[in-house]
């Protein structure tokens, strides 16, 4: 009896466990996401997206924030706002832009900032018993109302029934926002009465179910750990992350800091940085580059809020070298996709988090195992911080070798911030730098580029996205530093462009290569190769 019990026990334990791990997060999340939250209307929305493109900043999702249905969560769009609201899904869907809409559990009997107070389908949800606390109406941010029982399978599945309006292509998830929060510490439910804590993963965790079942390839945003109310989405059924509302300033960095770290810490796999914050102190010209820097080094860049959506959350209001800082944070977070996907997937299947060995002292992590950063949250750039305890780290601009748990005293300039990569470091990345005429047509979806950093032997299964979905195929890459043996394991479809950095010795030739070229300035080897060529060697002198 006891050895059954225990058998059945470790069964349950361990889906306990693996129901821990996050999901797969699409690779075009992981990207740069913007928003306004002054005028709330469809000029507003298209006008901040093209701000950015005619910049050429890239743009991967826009959200569309409240209001922008008749009434709270009634899923009816309010024509005032949005004359053509599928004109401007399409807008978006032609630029490669995808539409997030924001929404929380709640529907009103009293509305704030909506043409409608009441809901249409206020007396519908309270005549079915759709709510929680035995529908009572609650004051909440945004006005009165019930919010939906998600405990309930028909409150689930006439929830369903309500997204279903405006969830159509191009639409690509939601920004769950939070409104349970507001509904007492105690909630009553359809079984029975629970702590609000407990009572919350019910609502995220129908949202996503909602969206990955209706397109694999959706999201949502929630938030994971908040200083605004706690834990409130589950780790299993996130998406992407972002830690509720920030100001602008230095202590709105701190605060996001520390939020993004404990939300790390519980094994939430994709949080984003809500750059230069949502409310309260707008960001200045330093404080916003420091905040996108950031930003660049978690999984997402978060752009939009009420304090200063068309000027101190846009760069070019601070001038145009910040406009340069700040594409180039763009630019720099949106080649390392790969990898962070890739370092999701890993999450996806053993646990963990992107953002790993945080300092909260130091305000320093990893972004997956090979990327260091410490984050500057004062004035002048002046910092001091240790590199992590284990390994050879080098400087990712300067190509400056230092060993493990080296104190760095430096000031950096607003052009500049710590950014350390492990030596033996095998890091995919998507560059046009290294793209030669003559492998034009490999770039794209099927070609990748591979940093890698010689360090003796290493080897690193990465698992790369077909195309910008949850889709990945994976490569087994192996590089012998000694022998000079570099070699690809995987599917023949893709080819690669590898760039090997801080080459001591003269290399003469490299053997089953496409192509090759060796940089002496520089110390860069850089190899094109095929997939199917699986045993490149290289010679040094």
Request: aromatic share 14%; with cysteine.
């Amino acid at each position: 009896m006891n050895k059954v019990f225990i058998f059945l026990l470790g069964i349950v334990l361990c889906g306990a466990l693996r129901a821990q791990y996050p999901p797969i997060t699409p690779a075009w999340a992981l990207g740069h996401i913007v928003w306004e939250d002054s005028l709330n209307t469809q000029d507003g929305a298209q006008l901040i997206v093209n701000e950015y493109l005619k910049r050429d900043i890239p743009v991967n999702a826009v959200i569309i924030d409240s209001p922008w249905s008749t009434a709270y969560n009634n899923f009816e769009w309010d024509s005032s706002r949005y004359p053509s609201h599928d004109k401007m899904i399409d807008f978006f869907s032609e630029k490669n832009v995808k539409v997030i809409l924001w929404l929380t559990g709640v529907v009103n009997n009293k509305s704030k900032d909506t043409k409608l107070q009441k809901s249409s389908t206020f007396d519908e949800v309270v005549n079915a018993n759709l709510g929680i606390n035995k529908n009572m109406v609650t004051p909440w941010w945004k006005g009165e109302g019930i919010h939906i029982d998600f405990t309930n399978p028909r409150a689930v599945t006439w929830w369903s029934q309500q997204l279903d309006k405006v969830f159509r292509d191009g639409v690509y998830g939601w920004k769950v926002d939070q409104g349970e929060f507001w509904f007492g510490d105690i909630v009553e439910t359809s079984i029975g009465k629970m702590s609000n804590e407990l009572f919350r993963p019910y609502y995220y965790d129908a949202m996503f179910d909602y969206t990955v079942k209706r397109n694999p390839n959706a999201i949502i945003i929630a938030r994971p750990y908040s200083h605004q109310g706690g834990f409130a989405a589950s780790v299993e059924k996130m998406n992407l992350g972002w830690c509720g509302d920030f100001s602008g300033d230095w202590d709105g960095l701190k605060l996001q800091i520390q939020n993004i770290y404990k939300s790390s810490q519980r094994g939430y796999g994709a949080i984003g940085c809500e750059v230069a914050g949502f409310y309260g102190v707008k960001a200045d010209k330093e404080s916003f580059v420091r905040y996108a820097q950031f930003g660049s080094m978690t999984a997402c860049m978060i752009n939009g809020g009420e304090n200063g959506a068309f000027s101190n959350h846009l760069p070019w209001w601070h001038g145009k070298d910040i406009e340069k800082i700040y594409k180039g944070c763009v630019e720099f977070h949106n080649s390392l996709i790969p990898y962070l996907f890739s370092t999701l997937v890993d999450c996806h299947l053993y646990g963990g988090s992107l953002i790993k060995n945080m300092s909260f002292n130091e305000e320093s992590h990893l972004v997956g195992d090979y990327f260091f950063t410490k984050i500057i949250t004062s004035k002048g750039g002046s910092v001091s911080f240790h590199l992590p305890s284990e390994g050879e780290w080098i400087d990712f601009f300067s190509g400056q070798k230092y060993k493990a748990g080296s104190v760095i005293n430096r000031i950096y300039s607003l052009t500049e911030f710590p950014l350390f990569v492990k030596a033996g470091a095998i890091i995919p990345v998507q560059s046009k730098k290294y793209i030669k005429n003559s492998i034009d047509k490999r770039s794209g979806e099927n070609h990748v580029t591979i940093l890698l950093y010689p360090n003796g032997v290493s080897c690193r299964t990465l698992h790369l996205p077909c195309g910008d979905g949850t889709e990945y195929e994976d490569y087994l890459i192996s590089y012998d530093d000694i022998k000079g043996r570099l070699n690809v394991y995987g599917k023949d479809n893709k080819s690669f462009t590898f760039v090997l950095r801080g080459i001591n010795s003269v290399v003469k030739e490299v053997k089953n290569a496409s192509s090759w070229e060796f940089d002496r300035k520089n110390k860069e080897l850089v190899i094109h190769v095929e997939s199917d060529k699986t045993n490149i060697e290289i010679f040094k002198e």
